[in-house]
């Protein structure tokens, strides 16, 4: 069962998250097991290195994760995640894509991987979600 009966339903929904709106996180494909989300890497999303933040490689993820979940089951809250960094972006945007790899009555485990408009691998997060 689907939460979110079409794409444009869940962006409405989700751009009451202000702190992935702002960073500039968009929601671009949403199916009943699937979620991909994007980022387009500005000045501001760079530490004092010149590398992307980890934390906004966390947040595309973290919010990939809350899609996918919440299509799953609403209301569903993170219980516990972890990620990966595996390789530094190199293009200019970055792809998170949430695949669900288990539902069960009160929990999902979301994985989702990163990789930038090159291919590259950037990350792998794994989440559990609660279902309430």
Avoid: W
Wanted: hydrophobic share 40%; proline share 1%; net charge negative.
């Amino acid at each position: 069962m689907v939460n979110f009966n079409s794409i444009e339903e869940a962006r409405e929904f989700f751009y009451k998250d202000k702190f992935a709106v702002n960073t500039g996180i968009t929601l671009d494909e949403l199916t009943e097991d699937e979620a991909v989300c994007s980022l387009e890497l500005k000045d501001e999303h760079k530490n004092a290195y010149g590398g992307v933040m980890g934390g906004v490689i966390f947040t595309l993820s973290d919010f990939a994760f809350a899609v996918l979940s919440n299509q799953i089951h609403q209301l569903t809250v993170a219980q516990q995640v972890s990620i990966n960094y595996l390789s530094a972006p190199k293009g200019d945007k970055l792809f998170a894509r949430a695949e669900c790899r288990k539902s069960g009555r009160t929990s999902s485990i979301i994985i989702v991987n990163v990789e930038d408009d090159t291919g590259r691998d950037v990350a792998q997060f794994v989440g559990t979600g609660f279902k309430l």
